[in-house]
């Protein structure tokens, strides 16, 4: 195989306009999680103008597709995987080509991810009589909600007929700016599990609360004594993460005390073992909290997403991929994140490395992932179509794991 870095900045260049077209009208015509039936037509009709014929519905909404290179003597396959679904978020970001759905936001940049990994598919066909081996495009659904769409993608038969022999994806970096990029070895994200608590008292009039128990006040407590969990009981050099994100009381007003107290959070971790006794220690905090106060709390646990741990060799790959096609100047080793992936189904199966591109525009305001206000420069595009492009030409030519 004898393809350039040159050649691909050249084909990712002349395609740069297309892909952010692509980008923009995923961006306005944004789908929440298990409903992106219009993303994923137009994902499989853009497939199919490449000349490849996409499988469509695999896990609900999920696409993929199947790239042989024409030059024979390998059957080692390489992987590339984008998200797609949205958030619901009203968007505020004044974009001529915004949401027109309303409450709903490519508010993580999924659009960016999909419509670049089609850049990528685009360059690389347009280079299948230069290569050997198969390319594998996989468009996941349902990547914010569980069970995620990576699980239900290979519940339905995925990798049924071909399992690859590495996998790669990347995620957007607002906190990065757009021309560099970033990887680590090893573990990279954390694990993470819902928690449902629901605290149940006795209701009754606010001006009279000694006749009832009041679940507010419980749920308060539990909030409190749940700090404890981090602070007192991870060892210091264990980087854990407990967030109550919702309380609603239900039935109450201003002088009313409910009968019921409802909350919602998560807990993130990167140890199997404390990943399991933070669950047996909520549990046993928030009801001794409300049964030494007279109430009484159910509390259940969603087990999610696994950490994510990338594979060292496929991420020293990505490393040097990445400052031979851009330098290495523009190529950083990054920290641990407490966010997390449903990625990591895939990496449970194969060997893998989640890479990071950055999206910010330099001088400008900086706009979290998730927020309303997110905005991608997109010349990112271009960087990451031709990135991808290049390191799934290196991976199938490296064979890090050919048996």
């Not at 525009?361 to 595009?381: A, C, K, Q, W, Y």
């Amino acid at each position: 195989m004898t393809i350039t870095t040159d050649t691909i900045k050249t084909l990712a260049r002349e395609g740069r306009d297309q892909v952010i077209e692509w980008r923009r009208w995923m961006h306005r015509h944004p789908e929440l999680s298990q409903e992106e039936h219009g993303t994923m037509e137009f994902v499989a009709a853009r497939l199919r103008e490449m000349g490849l014929e996409p499988r469509t519905g695999i896990g609900g909404t999920g696409v993929a597709a199947t790239l042989r290179g024409a030059q024979p003597g390998s059957n080692y396959c390489v992987a590339l995987r984008a998200d797609y679904d949205a958030l619901p978020i009203t968007e505020c970001t004044g974009l001529p080509f915004a949401s027109e759905n309303p409450g709903v936001m490519h508010a993580c940049g999924h659009d960016m991810h999909t419509s670049s990994l089609l850049g990528a598919a685009k360059i690389l066909t347009s280079l299948r009589e230069n290569f050997s081996g198969t390319l594998m495009f996989i468009f996941e659904p349902s990547e914010e909600k569980y069970p995620g769409g990576a699980r239900m993608m290979m519940d339905d038969g995925l990798f049924d007929e071909l399992m690859p022999d590495e996998i790669y994806a990347f995620h957007c970096l607002p906190e990065m700016d757009c021309g560099r990029v970033g990887m680590k070895k090893g573990q990279y994200m954390a694990s993470t599990d819902e928690l449902y608590w629901t605290v149940k008292g006795k209701g009754g009039h606010g001006a009279t609360p000694h006749l009832s128990v009041d679940p507010i006040l419980v749920a308060s407590h539990i909030v409190v004594a749940l700090q404890q969990v981090v602070s007192r009981n991870a060892a210091p050099m264990m980087p854990t993460v407990l967030t109550i994100g919702k309380m609603e009381a239900v039935g109450g007003r201003t002088n009313i005390i409910p009968d019921t107290v409802k909350m919602e959070g998560i807990i993130r971790s990167f140890d199997a073992d404390w990943r399991l006794r933070t669950h047996e220690l909520i549990r046993r905090i928030s009801c001794g909290v409300a049964e030494a106060m007279g109430a009484e709390c159910d509390l259940f646990v969603d087990e999610g997403y696994p950490p994510v741990v990338n594979n060292d060799l496929c991420t020293q790959q990505v490393h040097d991929n990445a400052c031979h096609y851009l330098g290495e100047d523009k190529v950083e080793w990054i920290d641990l994140r407490m966010t997390a992936e449903d990625f990591a189904f895939f990496q449970q199966k194969i060997p893998s490395c989640y890479f990071r591109i950055g999206i910010h525009e330099p001088g400008t305001p900086f706009s979290n992932l998730h927020r309303p206000n997110l905005v991608v420069d997109e010349r990112s595009l271009e960087l990451a179509s031709g990135l991808v492009a290049y390191n799934a030409l290196c991976a199938l030519e490296n064979k890090l794991f050919a048996k």
